[in-house]
């Protein structure tokens, strides 16, 4: 008797500390947009919900912190009594009987108590549970890593070099297994991407107009045979040299953007009637900074090189994804709008100063082309929450976007733009920043990416100069 009373106070004793849990709070904070947003956790929802629906059965922590047994002797008859924050409330149990229906009652309430704490499983349905979590913070998530590789799947080209890139772009996968990589699975791969080549032939010149394809036969001809082609790549791998393979695959690959670029001489979509008036670019162009600093220090030297006191870095504009955005932005580099601007870094961000320039160019709308979409969406975000991924992630390092317009969120600023400093660290565990989908990007940093790190307040734009694409700037005549 004596062990079954003690028995029942360590259980009340347990089950009061296993009820008192603190919940999370998910309030992550959006650097570039100044702004906070709540995002109500799932688990605190469905934890309140749960102990609704118990409320009138379990009091979660008062009535179980004051559980009291005793037992009673009283002729024949042998009880014990429960007594709650009222010691007037008892019920008496038989010595055999009364004790099973206690033993039941307490683990009924751990099992309800397990219930709530770590997973709720009342009122949770599936349909009630935001994918907010899934895409932001699921390991799985698969966004380009690289401003490249971004680039390179951004271009609306022909279907079979499409298949040849995937192809080719799952090696990349591969090759970062450590120890025994997969060489037989990334031979077959290479074999695969080198038949659609091969058999496709006509296909994928007659995709060019005409005026290019002696140009696209010889990227061809070095997609097969050449030194960095399908069949040297296919040796490397037979060679098992993972480094030589690397070099391989970054090779051929380039030649298939080369192809694939070719391919699309224009934009694959007609834009919105009353976006006809803005400046456009119908495909890619390549404009070139010259970074001065402002304190008179130098920029810190690369493997074997010199300080200097200025730094040259390329970005490489998208129209194909962001024609408005892209084309408003070049207009205002070819006409000199950006030399001498002032640079101020912030929170995972290079922005340039709007100065005296604040009122040049468009207010050109939010243009986001969203992934497995044909065209741009304007004036309005992408909802990651939902899965929304757009073609251009800002979630690279040294992606290059428009701030937001002072007036509406709906528009980009005319002149203000920043380059992103993506940092993990600062992102779900899916690689997503919690500002992707918000702004317009419009291409990313190629080179001369890593002096973006050495860049603070007071640095200048030397100059920005339109250095490839001119031809493919369109800015209609004003009337």
């Known amino acids: 008797m004596a062990t079954t009373h003690v028995r029942s106070l360590m259980a009340c004793s347990s089950l009061s500390s296993a009820v008192s849990f603190s919940q999370p709070s998910l309030s992550p904070k959006f650097p570039l947009s100044n702004s906070s947003i709540s995002r109500r956790s799932p688990l605190g929802s469905s934890l309140a919900l749960h102990f609704n629906l118990l409320g009138t059965r379990v009091t979660a922590r008062r009535s179980v912190s004051t559980f009291c047994c005793r037992y009673s002797n009283g002729g024949s008859s042998k009880g014990l009594e429960e007594h709650a924050d009222n010691q007037s409330d008892s019920v008496t149990f038989s010595s055999g009987h009364g004790v099973k229906k206690l033993d039941g009652l307490i683990a009924s309430i751990l099992v309800f108590v397990q219930i709530a704490s770590p997973i709720p499983l009342l009122g949770w349905e599936p349909q009630s549970v935001t ?39 799952d090696l990349s996968y591969l ?13 077959g791969n290479v074999k695969k991407a080198l038949k659609i080549a091969m058999d496709e032939k006509d296909s994928i010149l007659s995709s060019m107009p005409a005026d290019l394809r002696e140009k696209g036969s010889q990227f061809y001809a070095s997609l097969i045979d050449g030194k960095g082609g399908l069949q040297a790549l296919l040796q490397s791998i037979k060679e098992q040299d993972p480094d030589k393979v690397s070099v391989g695959l970054a090779s051929s690959l380039d030649t298939v953007a080369e192809l694939e670029l070719l391919q699309a001489p224009g934009l694959s979509f007609l834009l919105p009637e009353q976006y006809l008036k803005y400046p456009r670019l119908t495909g890619r162009a390549i404009v070139e900074f010259t970074i001065e600093k402002g304190d008179g220090t130098a920029f810190s030297p690369e493997a074997g090189g010199e300080s ?19 084309g408003n932005f070049a207009n205002q580099v070819a006409d000199g709008a950006y030399d001498g601007t002032k640079l101020s870094t912030v929170n995972q961000a290079v922005l340039s100063d709007n100065g005296t320039n604040k009122d040049r160019g468009y207010s050109v709308p939010l243009e986001i082309m969203p992934s497995g979409q044909f065209e741009p969406l304007y004036r309005t975000t992408l909802s990651v929450q939902d899965g929304e991924l ?5 979630s690279v390092y040294g992606a290059v976007a428009m701030a937001h317009s002072e007036t509406s969120d709906e528009y980009s600023s005319p002149h203000q733009f920043f380059f992103y ?12 920043s919690f500002d992707e989908g918000q702004f317009s990007v419009f291409g990313y940093t190629t080179a001369g990416r890593e002096l973006l790190s050495q860049i603070k307040t007071g640095d200048m734009i030397k100059s920005a100069k339109l250095i490839e694409g ?3 700037l369109v800015v209609p005549n004003e009337s």
């Open 131 to 169: 994918p907010a979590n899934a895409v932001l913070y699921s390991p799985d998530t698969k966004i380009p890593r690289t401003g490249e590789l971004a680039l390179r799947r951004a271009i609306p080209a022909n279907t079979n070099m499409k298949a040849i890139q995937a192809t080719l772009e």
């Open 175 to 187: 090759l970062r297994i450590p120890q025994r990589k997969p060489y037989g699975t990334m031979e």
């Open 421 to 432: 400093l993506y940092d993990k660290r600062n992102s779900g565990l899916g690689g997503i």
């Open 308 to 326: 200097r006191k200025t730094a040259t870095m390329q970005v490489v504009l998208d129209g194909y994804s962001a024609p408005l955005t892209a």
């Open 470 to 472: 001119r031809d493919r």
């Open 390 to 394: 757009p073609v251009l992630p800002l």
